[in-house]
């Protein structure tokens, strides 16, 4: 069971440049998230999603987007990667029948630089 | 907006001593999640806290939860070194969407 996949492990991207960051679980989780993590700000909610065909925004959108066309599936693109977006990325999932219960369970990050 | 603060950031302590990291949160949730991060490494869930006065306890780390006072702890016994990583918590603003709202941080050290 490899639970949350996450890839590229690390990333160094040119300003102006976009790529996708891509997740997927294996867990059938109905909730998938996005969270960037810089140093002593703890980890920021970027984009959620509570199922196939439904995404929101959290705390920090802006520079992202994401679309969930797959329940597997959870990719998020920078748009035109600036430096402020340097920071190491940690994709989520969490199932919906527990959920009270239930944690986020996280990827093992992408290391993104922008120069 | 919630906002979630731990203390202390820092907190370098020596093998066999208890110590107790705090988390305050501003507004109401019933929700309250630990996590432990090893440098450089993902988080791994500690404990989920569901309602006031929830107790839960792993090996040398037990947490609890006070909704009213809005303030989760998280204690530690007899440190070991093993012990050493960063933890966070995490309360939940969307009633079971998980969008959560981080704590800085603490960055624990048990010394030998």
């Known amino acids: 069971n490899a639970g949350v996949t996450q890839t590229p492990k690390f990333q160094v991207l040119k300003t102006g440049q976009s790529m996708t960051l891509q997740c997927a679980q294996d867990?059938?989780?109905?909730?998938m998230s996005w969270y960037r993590q810089d140093p002593g700000m703890g980890l920021r909610l970027i984009h959620y999603?509570?199922?196939?065909?439904?995404?929101d925004q959290g705390e920090v959108p802006n520079g992202y987007n994401v679309s969930r066309s797959t329940t597997e599936d959870f990719p998020l693109r920078l748009l035109s990667a600036a430096p402020s977006q340097t920071s190491v990325y940690f994709c989520?999932?969490?199932?919906?029948?527990?959920?009270?219960?239930?944690?986020?369970?996280f990827g093992n990050g992408t290391r993104l630089t922008v120069t | 907006e919630l906002k979630v603060e731990q203390n202390p950031l820092f907190l370098s302590m020596q093998e066999g001593k208890n110590y107790t990291i705090y988390c305050n949160y501003s507004?109401?949730?019933?929700?309250l999640y630990w996590y432990r991060q090893d440098p450089g490494k993902s988080l791994e869930s500690l404990f989920v806290?569901?309602?006031?006065?929830a107790v839960k306890q792993e090996g040398r780390l037990m947490a609890s939860l006070d909704t009213k006072a809005r303030l989760s702890t998280l204690h530690i016994t007899a440190a070991v070194h093993d012990l050493s990583a960063t933890y966070f918590c995490?309360?939940?603003?969307?009633?079971?969407?998980?969008?959560?709202?981080f704590g800085q941080g603490t960055r624990l050290t048990i010394n030998p």
């Open positions: 989520a999932s969490s199932s919906a029948r527990g959920r009270r219960n239930s944690p986020l369970h």
């Open positions: 867990m059938n989780h109905e909730y």
């Open positions: 999603s509570v199922g196939a065909g439904i995404t």
């Open positions: 507004t109401t949730s019933d929700r």
């Open positions: 806290l569901l309602s006031n006065g």
């Open positions: 995490a309360v939940d603003t969307a009633g079971g969407a998980q969008k959560l709202v």
